[in-house]
C-alpha cells in the first residue's frame, strides 16, 4: 500500500484530477473564492466534495516527510484522504485510515518517509574524488510557477543553506565508496556553515512572466540575511561537454538567447532597487 500512496503524493504535485459524477473529490483549506469555485462544480456533477487537513507531523513516529517543506504536509494529508477512500472502496479495510486521529498504518508512513521526486526540493552537492567530504559546490534544486510557490521555494533554499534541513534532504544519496550516509551528512552540514557564496542559475519559459516570480525569491531571500552574489539564466534544452585541459567547449551560434537576455536585463533592474545583490 506504501506504493500506492507514494504515487498519489507525487501526482498530487503535478496533475490536478477533475471531478466526475458520483466520484468522491478531495481537495485542501482555499481561499473562499476557490472553495466556492470547487463547491459549485461538485454540485454540478453530484460528487461528494471533502476537505483534507493537512498531515499532523507526530503521526510520523519521528520520522519526516521525505519531500522537503511545510506545505508538503498538505499534500500528504491530501494523499491519506485519497488513498483512505480507494482502500475503502476496494475493500481494503483493515488498513483504511480516514480521519488522522490518533495513528497512521505503518504502510502510510512508509510511503510519505520515503517520497523522492527529483528537481524538487533536493540537494545535490558536488563530492570530492575519494569520497571523503563533499565539495564546494553545492546544487539547490527546486522549482516554482507561481508567486506562492516562489516564495515557498525561496523560504526552503533560505533555510537548507543554514543547514536546518540537511540530514532529511540527503536521505536518498547512494552510498559512495562505502562510507556511510552519517558521516557524508555530518560532512555537509558543517559545509554549510562555511562562508558560501550564493548563485542563482535560473529558467522559466517565455510564457511565463518573470515579473510575477523574481520579485518574490529576491525578497524572500532577503528576509532570510540570504542575498545572490551571481545570477546566471540558461535556456530550456541543456547539453553536457567533458571538461578538459586541451579544449573549450563548442559554442552554438544558432541557439537563441533573447529570452535569456531579457530576463538578465529584467534582474539587473531589480537588484539595483531591492539590493538584491551583494
Not at 477533475?18 to 462544480?41: I, R, S, W, Y
Not at 567530504?133 to 533554499?157: K, Q, R, T
Request: aromatic letters at 8%; proline letters at 6%.
Amino acid at each position: 500500500m506504501s506504493v500506492l500512496l507514494l504515487l498519489l503524493f507525487l501526482l498530487l504535485l503535478s496533475w490536478p484530477l477533475p471531478m466526475q459524477h458520483g466520484v468522491p473529490a478531495f481537495t485542501v483549506p482555499q481561499p473562499n473564492e476557490a472553495m466556492c469555485v470547487l463547491e459549485d462544480k461538485a454540485s454540478m456533477v453530484n460528487a461528494h466534495l471533502q476537505i483534507a487537513p493537512p498531515l499532523d507531523a507526530n503521526l510520523l513516529n519521528g520520522l519526516k516527510l521525505g519531500l522537503e517543506g511545510e506545505h508538503q504536509y498538505i499534500n500528504a494529508g491530501l494523499a491519506i484522504g485519497l488513498s483512505s477512500t480507494w482502500l475503502q472502496r476496494t475493500g481494503h479495510l483493515d488498513v483504511t485510515y480516514l480521519h488522522q486521529d490518533s495513528t497512521l498504518p505503518e504502510q502510510f508512513i512508509r510511503g510519505l518517509t520515503t517520497a523522492s521526486l527529483q528537481g524538487r526540493a533536493q540537494v545535490v552537492p558536488d563530492q570530492h574524488i575519494d569520497g571523503e567530504s563533499f565539495g564546494d559546490l553545492v546544487f539547490y534544486l527546486d522549482g516554482a510557477h507561481s508567486p506562492e510557490s516562489m516564495v515557498i521555494c525561496a523560504n526552503w533554499f533560505s533555510w537548507a543553506i543554514e543547514g536546518n534541513n540537511q540530514p532529511n534532504q540527503l536521505n536518498h544519496l547512494p552510498q559512495n565508496n562505502g562510507k556511510s550516509l552519517d558521516a557524508l551528512q555530518k560532512n555537509h552540514v558543517e559545509g554549510c556553515r562555511k562562508n558560501f557564496t550564493q548563485i542563482l542559475l535560473f529558467n522559466c519559459m517565455s510564457v511565463r512572466d518573470p515579473q510575477l516570480l523574481l520579485p518574490h525569491l529576491l525578497k524572500t531571500c532577503a528576509t532570510h540575511g540570504v542575498y545572490f552574489k551571481k545570477a546566471l539564466f540558461v535556456p530550456n534544452m541543456s547539453v553536457y561537454y567533458k571538461v578538459g585541459s586541451h579544449a573549450l567547449p563548442p559554442t552554438d551560434s544558432q541557439v537563441d538567447l533573447s529570452w535569456q537576455f531579457t530576463l538578465q536585463r529584467y534582474w539587473e533592474n531589480l537588484i539595483q532597487g531591492d539590493k538584491g545583490i551583494s
